[in-house]
DNA sequence: TGAATGAATTTTGAATTCATAATACCAAAA
DNA sequence: TTTTGGTATTATGAATTCAAAATTCATTCA
C-alpha cells in the first residue's frame, strides 16, 4: 500500500515553473507576468507568487520591489562561482561515499561509467552528459548527508538551463572521461581524499565548455 | 548618495521570523500560530504566509500540508551533515581567498585573530565566538564568491541556534586556536592549499561541543 | 472508565478584492 | 524630431473572504 503525499500548491507550481526555466521556456532575464502562468496553470495568483518567492530563494529568479519578478540572468562570473562551489561539495561527497559505499553500489556505478564510455567512442554528447550526471547522484545519494544533496541539487538547478554546446572540445572531453575513469579508482580502492581531490578538480573544465553556449551574458 | 533600498514586506517578515528562531523565541519542533504572529507584526496571513515558505526552503521551518509551518529540530545526525558541507565550504574559501586577498585585508584579520587569542586566555566564551565568526566571515568575503558566502550563511543560519555550552572542553578549545593560529600563517604566505586544508579540519571538533547543548534532539 | 462518534470551532489553503505603484499612451511644447 | 507633462491602463502588493481540512470537545455506547 501507497502512502499518499499531500503536497500543496505552491510547491506544484514552483516545480512546473522550475521546469520551464529549465527547458527554456522562459528565458533568462525575461520578465515572469503572473497573470498569463496564473491562467497557463489554472491557479490564482497567490500559489503562483508564493512559488515564485521560493524560486527567489533558490536563486533562480529576482524579485524587483513592485516590478514583479524575472528569471536570474547567468553572467560568466556567476556560474564560475556555482562551478567552484559545486566542485567543493562534490569533493566531499566523494570523501564522505567512501566511509559508506556498499559494493553494489560501486558495482552500480562502475555499469554507469561503461555506458558513458560507450557514449563517449559515438560522440553521444546528451547521453553522455545524462549518464554522468547520473554517476554523480549516486556518488552524492552513497555520501549519506541530506544536506549535502540539497545544497548541490539547488546549485545544480541554476546552471541546468546551460545548454551545452555539441562544440565541445575533444581534449575537454578526453580530460573528462580520463578524470571519471581515476574517480572510479579511487572509488573502488575506497580512497576518500583522493576521490575528494579528483572531483574538486573535475569541475574546473565546465566552464570552458559554457562559454561558448549562448546562454551566457556576461 | 546612497541607493534606497526598497523591500518587500514579506523579507521584513522573513527577517523577524528567522531572528525569533535564531534568539529562541521559537523552539525547535514548536508549531507556527500564524494568527498570533500576524497580530504581533501588524500584517495580513499572505505576506507571513509567503516568509514561512521561504524560511521552508531555507530549511529553518517545516510545511506540513493543512497543518501549517513548525520550527525545523535539530539533530544530531542533521547538525553533522551541516557542519561536514560548512567544513568544505570554508576550505573552499580559504582556497580563494588566497588568490584574492589584500594585504590590508589580511592585517585586519591578523588584528581580529589577537582579539580572539585575548579573549581565549580570559576564558569568555562569548566573546571568543564573536570574533571567531567574524574572522571566518572576513575569509569568505576575502574570497570573492557571492553564491559561496549565499550558501554558507544559510547553512550557519541553521545552526546558530544551538547555544555552546560553557563547558566547552578545554582541550577542544586548544585545539581550535592552535587551528587559527595555522590559518594565519597559510593565509599570510597566501598558501591556498594548505589553508583550505585546515579549514576543512576545523569543524570537525565543533560537534562534540554542540551535543552537550541542550537544543540538540538527536 | 474509556474508546468512538459527531457536531462546533479553529486553522489552513487558495481565490478574490482593493489600494497603490509602475507602465503605456498620447498630446503639447521646445 | 525629441522631450515634457499628464492621463489611462495595467500589474503588483497586501488584506480580505471563502471553502476545506484539521482540531477540539461534548456525548454516546461498550
Keep these: 500500500m501507497e502512502k499518499i503525499q499531500p503536497r500543496s500548491l505552491y510547491l506544484e507550481v514552483a516545480d512546473r515553473v522550475r521546469d520551464l526555466i529549465e527547458q527554456g521556456a522562459l528565458l533568462p532575464g525575461e520578465k515572469i507576468a503572473e497573470k498569463e ?25 529576482e524579485n524587483l520591489p513592485n516590478r514583479g519578478s524575472r528569471v536570474v ?7 564560475q562561482n556555482t562551478y567552484d562551489v559545486m566542485g567543493a561539495l562534490e569533493g566531499l561527497s566523494g570523501e564522505l561515499a567512501c566511509n559508506s559505499i556498499s559494493d553494489a553500489e560501486i558495482a552500480a556505478i562502475r555499469r554507469l561509467h561503461q555506458r ?17 550526471q547520473r554517476i554523480h547522484e549516486a556518488i552524492l545519494a552513497a555520501s549519506r548527508n541530506e544536506v549535502l544533496s540539497e ?20 581534449d575537454n572531453w578526453a580530460q ?16 576518500g ?22 546562454i551566457i551574458d556576461d
Design 37 to 61: 502562468l496564473c491562467e497557463r496553470f489554472g491557479v490564482s495568483r497567490t500559489p503562483l507568487r508564493e512559488a515564485l518567492k521560493v524560486l527567489t530563494s533558490e536563486g533562480l529568479v
Design 73 to 79: 540572468r547567468l553572467t560568466r562570473e556567476g556560474v
Design 116 to 132: 558513458m564510455l560507450g557514449h563517449y567512442q559515438r560522440k553521444e554528447l546528451k547521453p553522455y552528459f545524462q549518464v554522468n
Design 151 to 170: 545544497m548541490y541539487n539547488n546549485l545544480s538547478q541554476r546552471v541546468k538551463r546551460i545548454r551545452y554546446s555539441v562544440e565541445m572540445g575533444e
Design 176 to 191: 573528462a572521461v580520463a578524470d571519471h575513469e581515476a574517480m572510479l579508482e579511487a572509488l573502488e580502492a575506497r580512497d
Design 193 to 214: 581524499p583522493k576521490l575528494g581531490t579528483i572531483l574538486r578538480k573535475h569541475l574546473r573544465h565546465k566552464l570552458e565548455v559554457a562559454a561558448v553556449s549562448g
